[in-house]
């Protein structure tokens, strides 16, 4: 499986959106990347160029049940692991929560073990969710949040701040070198137009001619990044070897209401459609905007691709990927 003396990742969750586009970064950087996923929310359609890569191998797995040894060899080397892997849009993680939840714990151990075994450095999505409906704007690394423990979301957020708690206990005792991202909102070529959240929804909508659902009276705030962007930020958070204090914020700081970008949209795609508002789901934040500054520091990143490139070229994809959008609307 791992051949020459390329570095070799790990990616778990390699199919999914953001996995699949890291797994392409990494590959480009002449790395070998084995993927692990289950396609619970991933597809194959996002792997499907990498089919005939020899630099990549595809491992079916569900990381709750992920043993170390079905991915290390007799002598094979890995260098980093990456966990992505957990589905992100409330919709689906919502769907069975108690395996949201597991697959954040014991998932992240799993691969912590295996990052253990290899002598890896290991990275965790984590998300601005760990933040809840946020008391303090923007968002630092240093605030603790306000989640609700026991609500529909809980089984994300609560489930990604106990992954962020074992990664830190295996990283304190010496045990794997340990890398945290909390993610905020990321769109981009790939989404999925299920995945219920603002963008993929108003793009797909508006590129139907359907009306654009805006849920609650559409002031939340929320900053969206370029996938792109992000990639970059994972990839230069893994390879750092500054000492961190913890983990590290990766957004785009630029804030806007839902009601803004949705209208965006529409001049973008010059669609008729007209909006429609429905209730606010439950434990909806009304804010949300990353502190960059610590990723600024020590990793030299921040997001450089502006709303309208990154909107244009996400329009671009759906409406190329049109025939499969108009398949499975949103709910
Ligand atoms: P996604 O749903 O597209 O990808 C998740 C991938 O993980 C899918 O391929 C899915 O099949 C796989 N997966 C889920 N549970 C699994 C399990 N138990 N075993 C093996 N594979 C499993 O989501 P995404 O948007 O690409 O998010 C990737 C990561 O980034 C997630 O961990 C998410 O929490 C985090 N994140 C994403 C965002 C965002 O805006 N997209 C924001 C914050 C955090």
Redesign the pocket.
């Known amino acids: 499986m791992t051949k020459g003396k390329r570095k070799v990742a790990v990616v778990?969750?390699?199919?999914?959106?953001?996995?699949s586009h890291l797994c392409d970064a990494l590959l480009a950087e002449s790395w070998e990347v084995i993927c692990?996923?289950?396609?619970?929310?991933?597809?194959r359609l996002n792997l499907r160029h990498l089919e005939r890569e020899p630099r990549f191998d595809l491992i079916e797995?569900?990381?709750?049940e992920?043993r170390p040894g079905r991915i290390l060899r007799e002598g094979g080397r890995i260098d980093a692991v990456f966990?992505?892997?957990?589905?992100?849009?409330p919709p689906?993680y919502q769907a069975d929560p108690e395996?949201t939840l597991?697959?954040c714990v014991l998932?992240t151990r799993n691969l912590l073990q295996l990052a253990e075994r290899a002598g890896a450095g290991f990275l965790l999505?984590?998300?601005?969710?760990v933040y809840g409906d946020p008391e303090v704007h923007p968002q630092a690394e240093t605030y603790w949040g306000n989640v609700n423990p026991t609500g529909p979301r809980a089984c994300?957020d609560e489930g990604?701040r106990a992954a962020e708690t074992l990664a830190f206990d295996y990283a304190r005792a010496g045990r794997v070198r340990v890398r945290v991202a909390r993610?905020?909102?990321?769109?981009g070529p790939r989404?999925?137009p299920d995945d219920g959240?603002i963008v993929s929804n108003a793009v797909t909508q508006a590129l139907a001619g359907d009306p654009i659902t805006i849920y609650g009276d559409g002031s939340q705030t929320r900053s969206f990044c370029y996938v792109d962007d992000l990639i970059d930020g994972l990839v230069r958070l893994q390879a750092t070897e500054a000492s961190l204090r913890g983990a590290v914020n990766l957004g785009n700081p630029e804030e806007l209401t839902v009601a803004e970008l949705a209208e965006r949209v529409v001049e973008l795609t010059g669609s008729a459609s007209p909006i429609v508002w429905r209730p606010l789901p439950v434990d909806d934040p009304r804010r949300r905007r990353p502190d960059i500054g610590y990723a600024r520091q020590v990793l030299g990143w921040w997001p450089r691709i502006g709303l309208e490139a990154g909107l244009r070229s996400t329009i671009a994809w759906f409406a190329q990927e049109r025939h499969w959008a108009a398949a499975v609307r949103p709910p």
Do not use: P, Q, W
Not at 61 to 64: G, L, N, Y
């Open positions: 778990a969750g390699g199919a999914g959106f953001l996995g692990v996923d289950s396609f619970r929310t991933g597809r797995a569900d990381i709750i992920l966990n992505l892997a957990c589905a992100a849009s689906h395996h597991l697959t998932g999505a984590s998300t601005s969710e994300y990604k993610i905020f909102n990321t769109y989404m999925r959240r």
